[in-house]
C-alpha cells in the first residue's frame, strides 16, 4: 500500500517527500494545493492490476488501499465506507431526455454523504502522523464526516461551521462528540479561523481544500464508480462543485482505472454550481485558471463557497476529460430535488445540484439525446430537512382521528 513518490504543487510544479510538508506549497503559500504522486510501475511490479482488484472480496473503499497514501498496518476504522450502488432510473432518463440515467447514491455512506471516503483517510492520516486533535471547517459534512471517524479511532474533533449549517449537520457533530464553534459569518471566516486555529494550537487541518490526502479519499468515488461501469463506461459523469475536490477526486480515480487497464475509456465531466456561488463558472467560461472570491448565497449549503480552493484541480479536471460547467439557480436545484424524489431517491440540495446541471446541460445541446449519464449524489436528503420542505411545496394535513376527517379532508382536496 501506499506507493506515494512525491506531493507535487499544481501551480509551480516542484515536488515535497511527504515528510517535508504538511498541507500546501511553501513558495505558493495556500494556493499551491497538493497533489498526491504514487509510482504506478512499482504497484504493478508488485502485482497490482485488475486481477488484485476483481479478486479483492472487500466492497468498502479500502479496497483502493494500494493507492492510497497510508502506511501498511494503520489501523482502520471499523464503520464501512463506500460500496454504494449504482443503479438506473429509467423513468428519470426519459424525464431528463438522456437514454440512460444512473444514480450513484453516495448519501448511502454511514454519515449520509461522498464526505466519508475524505474524512476516513484524513482521519487515518492524522493518527499516522501522530496527530490526536483534529479539525476541519466545513460547510456540514465535511464536519460532521471527521466527527464520525473521529468517534471511531479516538481523535479529538474541533470543527468550525458558518452560521448557515443545517441543524441536522450540527446534530450530528454534536452526536458524534465533536466540539462545535458556529462562526458568526460565512464559510470563508470559518476556514481561516480553521486553519489559524490549527497553526497556533498543533491540531491536524482536514479542511478538503488544502489537505492533500481528503481528495485522495474522494478518488475512491472514481476507483469505485469506474469499476462499476468498466465495459459499458458512460458519456458523462455529473457532480456538483463546490471547492472541487470531489470532481477533481473521481477524475484522478478514473484516470488511475485506466493507468492499469481496468476500464479502456474515459467519460466526460459535468461539473454544476450553484448560480449564488459559481465563480468556477466564470473562470470555465473565460478560460482562465484564475477566479474571483464571491459572495456566496445558494440553498445547496454544501456548496456554498465563494473562494473555492482546490478550484484548479477542479478545471483542469473538466477541461482535460471534455467536458463542461454549468450552473442553475436555487429554484432549479429544488425542483431537482422534488424530481429525483418522485422517483424514490432523495437528495440534499447539493446532492441533486447536479441533476439540474444535466438538465441544463440537455436543454442547451451540451448533453444529447443519446448519451448515457451517471450522476453522483452525493448527500442525503435527511441532511437537510427544511429544503427538503421548501422543495416538497406541499403540507400535511392535520386532522381529528376519525375517518369523517379523513374523508372531509379528501372531499376538501377535490
Ligand atoms: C462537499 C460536497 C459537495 C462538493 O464537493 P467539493 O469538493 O466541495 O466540490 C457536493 N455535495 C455534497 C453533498 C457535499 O457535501
Ligand atoms: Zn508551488
Redesign the pocket.
Known amino acids: 500500500m501506499g506507493q506515494v513518490t512525491a506531493l507535487e504543487c499544481v501551480r509551480c510544479g516542484r515536488s515535497y517527500r511527504e515528510d517535508e510538508v504538511l498541507y500546501t506549497c511553501p513558495s505558493c503559500g495556500p494556493s499551491g494545493i497538493l497533489d498526491v504522486v504514487y509510482d504506478y510501475e512499482a504497484l504493478e511490479a508488485n502485482g497490482f492490476g485488475p486481477e488484485r482488484l476483481a479478486a479483492n472480496p472487500d466492497r468498502t473503499h479500502w479496497r483502493y488501499l494500494d493507492l492510497l497514501p497510508i502506511a501498511p498496518g494503520a489501523a482502520l476504522p471499523p464503520v464501512p465506507v463506500g460500496g454504494t450502488p449504482l443503479f438506473q432510473l429509467p423513468d428519470l432518463a426519459e424525464r431528463l431526455g438522456v437514454v440512460e440515467m444512473w444514480i450513484k447514491d453516495e448519501g448511502r455512506n454511514p454519515t449520509g454523504?461522498?464526505?466519508d471516503r475524505a474524512s476516513s483517510v484524513a482521519a487515518v492520516k492524522a493518527r499516522q502522523l501522530g496527530f490526536q486533535t483534529v479539525c476541519c471547517a466545513s460547510t456540514g459534512?465535511?464536519a460532521s464526516s471527521l466527527a464520525g471517524f473521529s468517534a471511531q479511532l479516538g481523535l479529538t474533533a474541533f470543527i468550525f461551521v458558518p452560521e448557515f449549517a443545517p441543524e441536522e449537520k450540527i446534530a450530528q457533530l454534536l452526536i458524534f462528540g465533536a466540539t462545535v464553534f458556529v462562526v458568526k459569518g460565512s464559510y470563508l471566516d470559518a476556514y481561516e479561523l480553521c486553519s489559524e486555529a490549527a497553526t497556533t494550537l498543533g491540531w491536524y487541518n482536514r479542511s478538503?481544500a488544502i489537505n492533500p490526502y481528503a481528495i485522495e479519499g474522494k478518488k475512491t468515488g472514481g476507483l469505485e464508480l469506474g469499476e462499476q461501469m468498466a465495459g459499458r463506461m458512460p458519456d458523462w459523469v455529473s457532480v456538483?462543485?463546490?471547492?472541487?475536490?470531489?470532481?477533481a477526486g473521481i477524475w484522478k480515480g478514473l484516470k488511475e482505472l485506466r493507468r492499469f487497464g481496468v476500464i479502456d475509456r474515459l467519460p466526460r465531466m459535468l461539473g454544476t454550481q450553484a448560480k449564488g456561488a459559481a465563480p468556477l463558472v466564470q473562470a470555465w467560461r473565460s478560460g482562465e485558471e484564475q477566479w474571483a472570491s464571491v459572495e456566496a448565497n445558494t440553498v445547496a449549503d454544501?456548496?456554498s463557497?465563494g473562494q473555492p480552493r482546490?478550484g484548479l484541480k477542479?478545471l483542469r479536471a473538466v477541461r482535460e476529460s471534455g467536458g463542461v460547467l454549468v450552473e442553475v439557480s436555487d429554484d432549479q436545484i429544488l425542483a431537482a430535488e422534488a424530481d429525483l424524489a418522485a422517483h424514490g431517491v432523495f437528495g440534499?440540495p447539493?446532492?441533486v445540484t447536479g441533476l439540474a446541471g444535466i438538465q441544463q446541460a440537455r436543454w442547451s445541446g451540451l448533453v444529447g439525446p443519446d448519451e448515457r449519464v451517471v450522476h453522483v449524489m452525493?448527500?442525503s436528503g435527511l441532511k437537510d430537512a427544511a429544503s427538503a420542505r421548501r422543495a416538497a411545496d406541499r403540507e400535511p394535513t392535520v386532522i381529528e382521528p376519525s375517518l369523517g376527517a379523513v374523508q372531509a379532508a379528501l372531499e376538501a382536496a377535490r
Open positions: 454523504s461522498f464526505k459534512n465535511a478538503a456538483s462543485v463546490g471547492d472541487g475536490c470531489t470532481i454544501s456548496i463557497v482546490n477542479a440534499e447539493a446532492g452525493t448527500g
